[in-house]
């Protein structure tokens, strides 16, 4: 069995080698795959279910394989191509059948798939106007063919969709049909997920009895049917709810229980959310050893797992349970733990929380300073996330009047079809009376949609005059470009590798020089935060920024990496601020880096006409550098580099330039790479 095995996995890389290039747009059905670059596992389902497709002599089994290619297919360049494929092939052989013949039910039902794919895209993408677009158009279709299963799916996705936009009601109601669809199939599981959302979602809205409700439904359904994980996620719900009653034994009970069924399911990371609810239980009874163990376990787990919200999770509890303890030093340690992962990751909830509590930590151990910093943290976090929450119910009003000024269209529409064919049907003597009653319709509808507008165009009034503070303040589009330099310079790879040298240093016992590079690091974020805020910086300002830049990379490469800045005595002169950082981190990451010794930079300004900076690094070339990321996988093109052409872009705009921007040159001797060469054209303006 082991060498038939083998035998056919050699095949198939066979037949992989001579569609390698996946050029025959004919076999392949669509173009543009010769330039994709695919995983092995997309090759492979992509060779195999061509070959499954022209093999197949039926056409409903050719909309299958297409089906499945695009449901185990994860490259987002070729699976929508197929479905758009898929959706036209389903439409032109719908249009051969019956309309009563089995054979055009099945070419609709993949006209739906396909509608439903197009939805999960924009969902993905988050833009979930054209989403609920394509699921309204999916579920249509599905109601027509009477598919209760597609019918269900494109419910729960809209109620995705709400839940996101934080309509928590209509989320619900999505959920609600889709619990009736699972009924009436006597579906099992999709009562359960159904049941189990809904109650979940009341449980969020401080509903407990309809929740309680809902909650018992879903474990009935899910005893019923063996979903062990089901039963586990709905006892720790009802778990939470018995917590909120103080009914603490009981909720213990619940715990205990859904821990068996988790580990029937096989489920370790959801069994995470039962040790959570159980610490909080023990924190109430003052049993704060066992909390300890509880968040601790948490901890162990989502290590080995790679949860890294677990571990901020677990790393927040565990500090707020030593500040309860008044153990400030084991509170300090997991709170920066928390705060230094949910820094990394953006995760603003996570910063918060662990910036609130060591803000706390350093007042009880006096270390004001640091205090005080944290609690800067904690107001600017805060601020982030209204600010996110405000333009989220931007979003969600904008969304909200667009759908119902389409559901409004649409309910008009429908309603003139349904008295159309009621005028049809009624004798010659009552043609007046329904012409009228037309006629009465549409002037309802007119008013509906004319006061419809009315409020519309209220809310339109009052988002833009909210986007015009939001423009107000910032400032200027200049800002906005200087914002992106900023998030080029302030990358957290740098930021560790700074923090690093210096931790080095300070372990080491050179406090003199510790001191100096952390006031140099702070000088930098200092220059990068304020400048982000101007157009136009002075000359000597920028050479400051860079100075600084170099001399923290000098502190991580030690004695093996030199530079000099030549200015030529250029100055009186304003230039746009961070422009040349991201250059220089490029010379350094994929030249300097791999170099093995005797590292140099060099920063030649001269000014003319223009002013002309030439950055020359002694590294491997950029082809050497290329095969270096090629072997691990990395991407070539830099997210800096793509900001900067950006930036130059509109800076020709803004300052009404042409002959400016940046190129690189090849250094050889001897056709072997010495290096690299940035030619850099930066537009001025004098003092």
């Keep these: 069995m082991k060498y038939i095995y083998l035998g056919v996995l050699l095949l198939l890389q066979l037949n992989l080698g001579a569609?390698?290039?996946?050029n025959d747009t004919e076999y392949f059905l669509i173009d543009s795959l010769e330039t994709i670059r695919l995983s092995q596992n997309d090759s492979l389902v992509l060779v195999t279910s061509m070959e499954a497709y022209h093999n197949s002599k039926h056409d409903t089994i050719r909309l299958k394989v297409l089906e499945d290619l695009i449901d185990n297919c994860w490259n987002e360049e070729v699976w929508p191509r197929y479905n758009a494929f898929l959706l036209d092939l389903a439409q032109k052989l719908a249009a051969q059948y019956s309309p009563n013949s089995i054979e055009y039910q099945k070419c609709i039902y993949y006209k739906g798939i396909a509608y439903g794919n197009r939805g999960y895209f924009y969902d993905e993408d988050g833009d979930y106007i054209n989403a609920k677009k394509e699921y309204l158009t999916a579920l249509d279709i599905f109601t027509e063919i009477d598919n209760i299963q597609g019918q269900g799916k494109i419910y729960n996705a809209l109620a995705g969709i709400s839940e996101n936009l934080g309509d928590i009601r209509e989320a619900i109601d999505y959920y609600s049909l889709a619990l009736k669809l699972a009924e009436a199939s006597k579906d099992l599981s999709g009562i359960a997920n159904a049941s189990l959302n809904i109650g979940s979602l009341h449980l969020q809205l401080g509903t407990r009895k309809e929740a309680l409700n809902f909650l018992q439904i879903s474990l009935d359904a899910a005893r019923e049917n063996d979903d062990f994980r089901i039963i586990g996620s709905v006892l720790v719900s009802e778990g939470k709810i018995l917590v909120l009653a103080d009914s603490l034994e009981e909720a213990e009970e619940n715990c205990v229980e859904a821990l068996k069924n988790f580990d029937k399911a096989g489920a370790k990371l959801?069994?995470?959310?039962?040790?959570?609810?159980?610490?909080?239980?023990?924190?109430?009874?003052?049993?704060?050893?066992?909390a300890e163990t509880e968040f601790q376990h948490i901890l162990e787990i989502a290590n080995i797992y790679g949860s890294l919200e677990y571990i901020i999770v677990a790393n927040n509890s565990l500090a707020e349970l030593k500040l309860i303890e008044e153990d400030y030093d084991l509170a300090e340690k997991y709170a920066l733990e928390s705060y230094k992962i949910a820094k990394t990751l953006n995760f603003y909830s996570g910063i918060e929380a662990a910036s609130g509590k060591l803000t706390k930590i350093y007042e009880e151990k006096k270390h004001y300073?640091?205090?005080?910093?944290?609690?800067?943290?904690?107001?600017?976090?805060?601020?982030s996330l209204r600010m996110k929450s405000f333009e989220r119910k931007i979003f969600q009003e904008s969304a909200k009047y667009e759908f119902e000024k389409i559901a409004k269209i649409k309910e008009v529409e429908h309603q003139n079809e349904i008295l159309r064919t009621e005028v049809e049907k009624k004798r010659l003597g009552y043609i007046v009376l329904s012409a009228l009653l037309i006629l009465l319709v549409v002037v309802v509808a007119l008013m509906i949609i004319y006061s419809r507008m009315k409020v519309i165009r209220q809310q339109k009034m009052e988002l833009d005059a909210a986007y015009s503070e939001l423009e107000e303040r910032k400032n200027d589009e200049i800002l906005v470009s200087n914002l992106k330099a900023l998030q080029s310079q302030m990358n957290p790879h740098f930021i560790f590798n700074a923090l690093n040298s210096i931790q080095t240093l300070v372990l080491k016992g050179d406090v003199d020089n510790s001191y100096s590079y952390i006031n140099k690091f702070a000088d930098l974020v200092r220059q990068t935060l304020m400048f982000s805020e101007r157009p136009l910086i002075s000359f000597e300002e920028e050479v400051g920024l860079l100075e600084n830049y170099l001399t923290l990379e000098k502190l991580r490469f030690r004695d093996n990496f030199n530079y000099s800045i030549k200015t030529n005595q250029v100055g009186n002169i304003m230039v746009p601020s961070m422009l040349l950082q991201p250059l220089l981190e490029n010379a350094l990451k994929h030249g300097l880096l791999h170099k093995k010794s005797d590292k140099l930079l060099t920063i030649d300004f001269e000014l003319d006409e223009v002013l002309k900076c030439t950055i020359v690094d002694n590294g491997i070339g950029r082809k050497a550098a290329e095969q270096i990321n090629k072997r691990r996988n990395q991407k070539h093109q830099s997210f800096a580099l793509e900001a900067l052409r950006k930036r130059f872009e509109f800076l020709k705009r803004k300052m009404n330039v042409e002959n400016i921007g940046f190129h690189y040159e090849d250094l050889y001797e001897d056709n072997h790479a010495t290096g690299t060469k940035v030619v850099v054209i930066i537009p001025f303006v004098k003092q």
């Design 369 to 383: 300073q640091k205090a005080n910093y944290f609690l800067n943290e904690y107001a600017n976090t805060r601020d």
């Design 19 to 22: 569609q390698s290039k996946f």
């Design 270 to 290: 959801d069994a995470l959310q039962v040790h959570l609810l159980m610490g909080e239980i023990k924190v109430i009874q003052k049993d704060y050893g066992g």
